[in-house]
């Protein structure tokens, strides 16, 4: 478990303040932030081992429990959840009810999943994804105001992809990652892959690039998420791929804090 409090931060104060948490099979993080000065005042990371997403909600119900600052009032509240199962919709295409048409010619059945969507402004889309229902469900019962959006959502909103030059963005979680492809100011692509090993990374990226005619040595790549899940992921990356990062926090945050537990709760820290 890894802990922060801002030496300041008054608790009963958090009306003022925006609430993430960040949940997966690996468990729980949070942060609370000041939005006004861009600044860290809270942040928690929690490991757990939950072996399907169907406990996800048996899992928030105790943290929710255990963790009463998760009580108080907050100004925002967002629940990020990095679903496998996503696809981007056209905005002038959405409507509602779509994904009782889409989702199946594109996934898995899964009766036991909730779909919900993210409008993202900067590619007139609509990012829609899967979230276990009884999770959903609990998050609506004990955070009614919380906004439950996809990582990406909250990525992609804050990269700029005004520029001309290719740009890949690319979210890990433990055994999978996320994919977004810019260029020419537009969204050329966004995918998710299963992978074993980060050679398979690399080998799913460069297939994408080549589709596109893009070279690896022009490609800017911005990265986030679990990428100590695999050892060498990162250093695998920037062995291909000149011109790669890890994707940088919006807020001030404490030198001290692992850059490595940055890169995997990015999301809290945007």
């Known amino acids: 478990m890894h802990e922060f409090v801002e030496e300041t931060f008054q ?14 099979l690996n468990g ?9 000065q861009r600044k860290l005042l809270y942040f928690k990371d929690i490991a757990l081992k939950i072996s399907n997403t169907n406990l996800l909600a048996r899992h928030f119900e105790a943290l929710f429990a255990e963790e009463t ?44 999943a909730s779909w919900l ?29 919380a906004q439950i959006i996809h990582p990406f959502h909250r990525i992609i909103e804050q990269t700029n992809i005004s520029e001309a030059t290719p740009k890949l963005l690319l979210l890990f979680g433990t055994n999978h990652f996320s994919m ?5 100011n537009e969204l050329k692509l966004i995918n998710n ?16 690039l080549r589709q596109f005619s893009i070279s690896a040595k022009e490609i800017t790549v911005q990265f986030a998420g679990n990428i100590k899940a695999h050892a060498g992921l990162e250093d695998v990356l920037q062995k291909h791929f000149s011109q790669s990062s890890a994707v940088n926090a919006a807020i001030a945050v404490p030198t001290f804090i692992n850059k490595a537990l940055i890169t995997k709760n990015i999301s809290l820290f945007l």
């Open 117 to 145: 969507n993210n409008k993202i402004a900067g590619v007139n889309g609509e990012l829609l994804f899967a979230i276990p229902e009884s999770f959903q469900q609990t998050i609506n019962k004990r955070l009614p105001l």
């Open 69 to 112: 600052i998760l009580q108080n009032n907050f100004h925002k509240i967002f629940l990020v959840y990095h679903s496998q199962n996503f696809t981007l919709i056209p905005e002038q295409f959405y409507r509602d009810n779509i994904d009782q048409n889409i989702t199946p010619l594109l996934f898995e059945q899964n009766e036991q």
């Open 193 to 208: 892959f299963s992978f074993k090993h980060p050679n398979d990374v690399v080998y799913f990226v460069l297939t994408v």
């Open 11 to 24: 608790p009963e104060t958090t009306g003022e303040k925006i609430l993430s948490i960040q949940a997966s």
């Open 28 to 36: 729980f993080s949070f942060s609370i932030v000041c939005p006004t």
């Open 180 to 184: 977004a492809l810019f260029g020419q």
